[in-house]
């Protein structure tokens, strides 16, 4: 078992920035692909990005390419996703996810854990 938990969620200004965390427990990450994923209200969630665990390839949704980075620390078995000049259709609440298949996964159903996300809120 994997669990998940993440921070760094808040209320920012469009054009700022934010940095959410991923933190792992339960087993390491090292083996797994990770990925983030957001859900506006009403909506589907959807597939932001994803990094995986040998060689650390990174994909981006286009809507995120150029302002969102992933990247992970192995050693903390932590995640993260800089958020740079946010945009009010950033808003979200914001989802980390684990998954045994490597590679770049951009489908929920093979995330195998979840956390309980974090809001995101840009204010136009």
């Known amino acids: 078992q994997v669990q998940l938990v993440e921070s760094g969620g808040g209320l920012v200004q469009a054009g700022g920035s934010l940095r959410l965390s991923c933190a792992a427990s339960?087993?390491?990450?090292?083996?797994?692909?990770m990925g983030w994923f957001r859900q506006a209200p009403g909506k589907e969630r959807v597939f932001v990005s994803v990094?995986?665990?040998?060689?650390?390839?990174?994909l981006y949704a286009d809507s995120v390419k150029g302002r969102f980075t992933i990247s992970r620390d192995n050693a903390k078995n932590t995640v993260y996703l800089q958020m740079d000049s946010l945009k009010p259709e950033d808003t979200a609440v914001y989802y980390c996810?684990?998954?045994?298949?490597?590679?770049?996964?951009?489908?929920?159903?093979?995330?195998?854990?979840w956390g309980q996300g974090t809001q995101v809120t840009v204010s136009s």
């Open positions: 339960g087993r390491t990450l090292s083996n797994y692909a």
């Open positions: 996810a684990a998954t045994r298949l490597d590679g770049l996964q951009t489908t929920a159903r093979v995330y195998d854990y």
């Open positions: 990094i995986t665990w040998i060689r650390r390839l990174t």
